[in-house]
């Protein structure tokens, strides 16, 4: 098991991390999920920084994400380029109407990178129609979005000749699970989903990450980059000074406090780990990234290994067929079949 103090976790918390390269975000468009504060508001805020030509920000609520176009426009002295668009990944209904949006606005248009990025991390048990709701946000809502996105990537990279991105924030607290996602298969159970979701279920943030970690990797594999453009990797940007454990307990918030104080990097800093995931070039596509480096040897064995794959094709197959019934055929129009 890769506890929070495995040496390779807490080297990669003390890394310096590179400024991003200037030239690679100049007049390009992308999405920003989670925008309105920590990690995705500081990850908009560069890219507008960094000369994109257009940065959505795509939020739940107007009047946060309005807040955050005002103080990106103060910071960084660009009127126009950072924009709200709403989105709840706690609503299907939300997720599909983003989508369709992006699907007409971007017709002809380049799409150069979507950031997968907001996440909840739960302590007390919430559902949305039956779902719990970490599983909900981080792990349906964000492949539904990242589904009905590809699309317009993929014709993004065909029509730009430059590969385009999806990048989806993740956490190496998803190595933390090791053995929980086992035990759920070897009982037999069929749908990990309706599992996780069912009052008492073993429940958390760090299992949705290990999810979104087995997902990325199988979306990849299902889709490569030479085939359609997209660059789809998954990043961990380190312990990060925001507002995540806004929901956890005090217990949770104080070890956390410490454990920042003593290696948190502030979200201006650590965005450079999501701008590295939509800049870091064909060979990261289905890859693990930290510190602003491909880090693959980060992923441990039993993910890799014939047993960790053959999870992954569980883990996704059971997020699939929940996608597939809120948006038939999404799977098929995502990978261009
Ligand atoms: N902070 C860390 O130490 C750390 C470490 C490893 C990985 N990460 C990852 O970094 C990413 C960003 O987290 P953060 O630390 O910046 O946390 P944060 O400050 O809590 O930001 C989370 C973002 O997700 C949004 N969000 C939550 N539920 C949503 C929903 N139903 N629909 C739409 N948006 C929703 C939040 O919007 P509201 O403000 O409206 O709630 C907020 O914008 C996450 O994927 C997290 O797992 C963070």
């Not at 997902?215 to 925001?242: K, N």
């Not at 990097?265 to 289905?286: F, K, P």
Request: net charge negative; proline share 3%; hydrophobic share 45%.
């Amino acid at each position: 098991m890769l506890s929070a103090f495995h040496p390779k976790l807490l080297r990669a918390n003390f890394a310096s991390l590179p400024p991003p390269d200037p030239t690679s975000f100049q007049d390009r468009t992308y999405i920003v999920t989670g925008a309105n504060t920590g990690l995705g508001l500081a990850t908009a805020k560069n890219l507008v920084a960094l000369s994109a030509r257009r940065v959505i920000l795509a939020v739940r609520s107007q009047a946060r994400g309005d807040a955050a176009v005002h103080l990106i426009e103060q910071e960084t002295g660009r009127q126009g380029v950072a924009e709200v668009w709403l989105l709840d990944f706690a609503s299907f209904e939300s997720v599909t109407a983003f989508a369709q949006r992006v699907d007409l606005e971007f017709q002809g248009e380049r799409l150069d990178g979507v950031v997968c990025n907001a996440s909840v991390a739960m302590e007390t048990w919430e559902t949305v129609k039956g779902v719990e709701m970490d599983v909900m946000v981080n792990v349906l809502g964000t492949f539904l979005l990242s589904l009905l996105v590809l699309p317009r990537l993929r014709s993004s990279a065909r029509t730009t000749g430059q590969e385009a991105y999806l990048s989806i924030v993740t956490s190496g607290a998803g190595f933390f699970e090791k053995g929980t996602l086992e035990q759920i298969k070897e009982k037999g159970v069929l749908d990990l989903v309706e599992e996780l979701s069912r009052e008492g279920a073993e429940m958390g943030y760090c299992i949705t990450k290990l999810m979104q970690i087995y997902a990325v990797r199988e979306l990849a594999a299902l889709l490569p980059d030479d085939e359609s453009g997209v660059v789809i990797d998954m990043v961990s940007p380190g312990l990060v000074y925001t507002d995540l454990d806004r929901h956890g307990s005090l217990a949770t918030k104080l070890s956390l406090k410490v454990m920042r104080a003593f290696m948190g990097r502030t979200a201006d800093v650590a965005c450079r780990t999501v701008l590295h995931g939509v800049s870091a070039g064909r060979e990261a596509h289905g890859k693990y990234l930290s510190e602003c480096l491909i880090k693959e040897d980060f992923v441990p064995e039993w993910v890799k290994d014939e047993k960790g794959r053959e999870m992954q094709r569980w883990v996704w197959g059971c997020i699939v067929r929940h996608l597939e019934a809120v948006e038939p055929g999404c799977l098929g129009k995502a990978l261009g079949r």
